[in-house]
């Protein structure tokens, strides 16, 4: 039994952890929302409206036969924010603001099943205080601060990629190996990964993160449970594209093209640092090496610790950009901000 001076000593604790947590949130609020609606839409914004503007069911049919457009959820989450709050630049742009709080929050329930998964002889008071490292990192990344004033999809998806991880490793990876992922385990992931494939085509790439970390764990049982599971999603892609001419032109020689060569290492660290500087800061390569030798210590001391986490928490990071440069077309930096959130958690 806890002394009652302990548990008082751990309420404060925490209380102490939610008042950082909320100074955090607001001060995020305040460096973000700072005229906001200082310039007008950009042309991807204004492809955004263009889009969401339509009756629901005129969004599908449009994006059904749209070449190189993105999926319809962001869309259809964007259309009933219009019609509760207006379409001016300030409403569009505050829908993923909203969204990049969620993110910061995110960031830190992945750290802390992080540090429980890792360090397991600390105090959860200690690993909520350690939750709150990465979340402050990203509120002044200049990537995470760029996009979230941007009314685009890209925050949402970061929010659904950090659903995904953190469902991932509490209900896939922490457990032990001859553990079978209860069945909400099963139907939770599942379903954030089918919101993930309809928010970017893009999000694919973090989901196929986890049959690799399963595969590299040997846990063979859980592997072929997810793969089983995910047949779902994939169907209903599936029978997207073929519902969709837009798309189907869009992939259209796909495979034939896909790239055979891997990305130098110059590649990967010019990609990653366009995703940290955002495309208004001038890239500072001498600043991106720092950043990205503390990043590689993080997840050399994650993987002393307990390696399963530093393999899940390196190929978070690099699978997603290596498998970007497979493709026919060179990656583009603000489809990939989703791996912005396991840089922070690396760096912390």
Request: charged share 10%; proline share 6%.
């Amino acid at each position: 039994m806890p002394s009652p001076m302990k548990t008082t000593k751990d309420r404060r604790c925490e209380l102490l952890v939610l008042l950082a947590w909320g100074l955090l949130l607001m001060l995020a609020w305040a460096v973000w929302l700072h005229r906001l609606d200082a310039s007008d839409l950009t042309f991807d914004e204004a492809a955004t409206y263009y889009v969401a503007y339509r009756p629901l069911l005129d969004i599908l049919r449009y994006l059904q036969g749209a070449v190189r457009e993105h999926p319809p959820v962001y869309y259809l989450l964007i259309r009933g924010w219009m019609t509760l709050t207006g379409s001016s630049e300030f409403s569009l742009r505050l829908f993923s603001l909203g969204a990049g709080l969620i993110a910061l929050t995110l960031t830190g329930w992945l750290a802390r099943l992080a540090a429980a998964f890792t360090l397991s002889h600390t105090s959860p008071t200690i690993r909520a205080t350690l939750g709150l490292v990465p979340a402050a990192l990203l509120v002044f990344t200049p990537g995470m601060a760029y996009y979230a004033r941007d009314a685009r999809m890209y925050t949402l998806g970061a929010a659904w990629t950090l659903l995904s991880a953190g469902l991932f490793l509490r209900d896939w990876l922490a457990p032990p190996s001859r553990t079978w992922p209860r069945r909400n385990a099963v139907a939770s992931l599942v379903t954030v990964h089918g919101l993930m494939l309809f928010t970017h085509y893009y999000l694919l790439l973090p989901i196929l993160v986890q049959p690799l970390t399963l595969l590299l764990a040997r846990r063979f049982r859980s592997l072929l449970n997810w793969c089983a599971a995910h047949l779902l999603p994939a169907f209903a892609g599936l029978a997207w594209l073929w519902l969709s001419p837009g798309l189907q032109l869009t992939t259209a020689g796909l495979g034939a093209n896909l790239a055979l060569n891997l990305p130098t290492g110059f590649q990967l660290v010019h990609l990653l640092g366009k995703i940290i500087c955002s495309p208004v800061v001038q890239l500072q390569f001498n600043l991106v090496y720092l950043l990205l030798t503390l990043i590689s210590s993080g997840i050399l001391l994650a993987a002393w610790r307990k390696w399963e986490t530093g393999a899940w928490l390196a190929l978070s990071l690099t699978a997603p950009l290596i498998l970007a440069y497979l493709l026919p077309q060179s990656p583009t930096p603000r489809y990939l901000i989703f791996t912005l959130p396991f840089a922070a958690l690396a760096l912390a």
